[in-house]
């Protein structure tokens, strides 16, 4: 739709025209983030949306812009959320990997014993720089910085428990803790702490 289609009145428009602007130079400032941290870019556009769209919902600018441009912004906000979740994507499938694979054995060969042990070492060295790097980032309205580490909490505790439950009495190392390094509640209080703007030195 063009402006002048979503809104009801001049000012209206005028004002949809601002936000597309703003949606296109939010967009073009995203795409400088690292492509190696890609929560960065996802946490900016997601700050920025959910703002537009809470201001949008809260002031008169839901009278001037119309329901398009609403819903165009509940999208944009939706669409960050989901992209966020891709972030997890490894570390979601190594828990999966484990959870999966056959029940160990009573006894392992030195080459089971390694391939658990690669396991638990590649999800905390995944799960600890995803830490350092999410406690820096900042949302900074309460309510969406609660979802956010909830929807982390759902997705990850549960697959983390399953996976410890099944090799905590495996006997793949003389010291399992190693590996299997956090509790579940630990793990717990790590997720916390994402989104805080913590200064890590």
Same mark, same amino acid.
Request: charged share 20%; net charge negative.
């Given at each position: 739709l063009r402006p002048a289609a979503e809104a009801a009145?001049?000012?209206? %428009?005028?004002i949809v025209s601002v936000l597309r602007t703003l949606e296109t130079t939010l967009e073009a400032k995203a795409r400088s983030y690292p492509a190696a941290k890609p929560?960065?870019?996802?946490?900016?556009?997601?700050?920025?949306?959910?703002? /537009? !769209?809470?201001? /949008?919902? &809260?002031t008169e600018l839901s009278h001037q812009v119309g329901d398009a441009t609403t819903a165009r912004f509940e999208a944009l906000v939706q669409k960050q959320r989901q992209t966020y979740t891709t972030t997890w994507e490894k570390i979601v499938g190594v828990l999966k990997e484990m959870i999966s694979a056959p029940p160990p054995k009573a006894s392992l060969?030195? =080459?089971?014993k390694e391939a658990i042990k690669d396991k638990f070492k590649l999800f905390? #060295? !995944? *799960?600890?720089? #995803?830490?350092?790097?999410? *406690?820096?980032l900042q949302i900074p309205d309460s309510e969406l910085r609660v979802q956010m580490k909830g929807d982390n909490r759902t997705a990850l505790l549960p697959l983390y428990s399953q996976a410890g439950e099944k090799y905590?009495?495996?006997?793949? =190392? =003389?010291?399992v803790n190693k590996y299997i390094k956090y509790k &579940?509640? %630990?793990?717990?209080? *790590?997720?916390?702490?994402?989104?805080?703007?913590? /200064?890590?030195?």
């Open positions: 009145t001049a000012l209206g %428009a005028f929560a960065q870019a996802v946490i900016f556009l997601l700050n920025n949306y959910h703002y /537009i !769209l809470k201001n /949008i919902r &809260t060969s030195r =080459s089971e905390n #060295t !995944l *799960m600890e720089d #995803t830490h350092r790097t999410q *406690m820096q905590i009495r495996v006997p793949f =190392s =003389s010291d &579940t509640d %630990a793990l717990d209080q *790590m997720l916390l702490q994402f989104f805080e703007g913590v /200064i890590v030195k």
